[in-house]
C-alpha cells in the first residue's frame, strides 16, 4: 500500500517555475512506476509525465515536452517535477500517482492517487 503525499503547488507568474515533489510512504516505492497528472477547472484530467522505476524511461506529454522534467531519488522515497516555462494554461491540480506497471501509468490508470497540489500561473 502506497500513500502519496504532493508539495510545492503554488502561484508563480508566466514563464516562471516551480518544483513539485511527491513523497511516498511505502517501503517499496522505489519498485513503482510514477506519474505525474493534472486536472483544470472543467477539463478531464490529463497525463503530464511518467518515469519507470529505475529512472531509465521518462515519458512526457506533448503540451510540456521541453518545459518540465521528472527525476526521483528512491533512497529518500520521492518523485519530482521541475516545471519551467510555466504558462497560463499550465494551471491545474497536479496529481502523483504510481503502478508496478509503467504502461499503467502512462495510460492514466494506476492504482495510488495522491490528494493533489494546486498549481496556478498568472498572465
Known amino acids: 500500500q502506497e500513500k502519496l503525499v504532493e508539495s510545492g503547488g503554488g502561484l508563480v507568474q508566466a514563464g516562471g517555475s516551480l518544483r513539485l515533489s511527491c513523497a511516498a510512504s511505502?517501503?517499496?516505492?522505489?519498485?513503482?512506476?510514477v506519474g505525474w497528472f493534472r486536472q483544470a477547472p472543467g477539463k478531464e484530467r490529463e497525463f503530464v509525465a511518467a518515469?519507470?522505476?529505475?529512472?531509465?524511461?521518462?515519458y512526457y506529454a506533448d503540451s510540456v515536452k521541453g518545459r518540465f522534467t521528472m527525476s526521483r531519488e528512491n533512497a529518500k522515497n520521492t518523485v519530482s517535477l521541475q516545471m519551467d516555462s510555466l504558462k497560463p494554461e499550465d494551471t491545474a491540480v497536479y496529481y502523483c500517482?504510481?503502478?508496478?506497471?509503467?504502461?499503467?501509468?502512462?495510460?492514466?490508470?494506476?492504482?495510488?492517487w495522491g490528494q493533489g497540489t494546486q498549481v496556478t500561473v498568472s498572465s
Open positions: 518515469i519507470s522505476w529505475t529512472a531509465s524511461n521518462a
Open positions: 500517482a504510481a503502478d508496478l506497471d509503467t504502461r499503467t501509468v502512462v495510460r492514466g490508470t494506476p492504482n495510488y
Open positions: 511505502g517501503r517499496t516505492f522505489s519498485t513503482y512506476a
